[in-house]
């Protein structure tokens, strides 16, 4: 049964914040890329303020999925890496964190590129 | 209620609108919640092969990345995000699909300066403020950490 719950947090939090995002696209002129960036620096200031990191403890993949997530990762790896290298964590626990999923999109992205057929522009 | 065409054309595209908005949300809200369901699933199969947090941690992204990545080269990525609209855009599915797709659509204008440069069109602005936003949180934690 927990595990059932589990997986309604995931749902219903990840479907919440994509709707928060749905919203402000269709009542602002805000462009997707826009969304992104804004769930990403919004993710980092919930983190740091302290509220990010207990939607995550319950809400699991529903909170770290979504694009505040990767803000979560990034304000989370410098926390870490400044516990256990000073201030310079501050440049190197960002990045570090969230490199996995960095490389992955840059990686997978440049294969299906060179594999698959795009559509020209115009 | 008497309405002239004028009015009832107003009235009409208020309504439409309206229902548009809560269509929009409500598909938002059901693809949105499947693939972090999706990615919630993923980190239980991992973990039952026995693969440590940590790593389970960084594979869910890429797992969820690559699924973006490839469904984004058999061109039906866009179709599924017409439906959903922010439903695909705001898990890190639209993050990989925003770096894959303007990769794939400049393969013309050569492997460096197509796909190599616009491979960040998206990712680039993305990367930029969450590490600029993380390092400032950063040093504000680390002074706020002497200080008190």
Redesign the interface.
Known sequence: MDKVM??IW??????????I???????TKLT??R???L???A???L??VGLYGKLVDFA???A????T???YS??N???K??GER??I???T???TA?S???A???C??????V??K????G | MEMDDKTYKKYAEKRAKKS??AA??AK??????????I?????DIYKALGIGEENV??????T???IA??L????VFDNIAKFA???T????T???N???SP??????EGFILG?GAK?FT??G???L???L???I??????IA?RIF
């Open positions: 589990e997986y995931a749902f219903a939090v990840g479907g919440a914040l994509c709707v995002a749905q919203i402000l696209i269709d009542k997707p890329a969304i992104l960036v769930y990403v620096v993710g980092v200031a983190t740091g699991g993949a529903g770290t999925v979504p694009l997530g990767f803000g990034l304000a790896g410098v926390k890496a400044i000073g201030l964590g501050a440049l626990g960002g990045l969230t996995a999923g960095i992955a999109a840059i997978f992205g440049w294969l299906v590129a594999c698959f795009g559509k020209p522009k | 548009n908005l929009d949300c938002a809200f059901f693809v949105g919640g499947l693939i972090c369901c990615g919630q699933a993923a980190g941690k960084a594979l869910i992204p890429v969820l990345v690559f990545a490839l984004t080269g058999l061109n609209g922010a439903g855009l705001v898990p890190i639209g993050f990989a925003a770096v894959v990769a794939l659509d400049t393969k013309a796909v491979i998206i990712a602005p993305v990367i403020y969450g590490t936003a993380s390092v949180y950063g040093v504000v934690y680390y950490g």
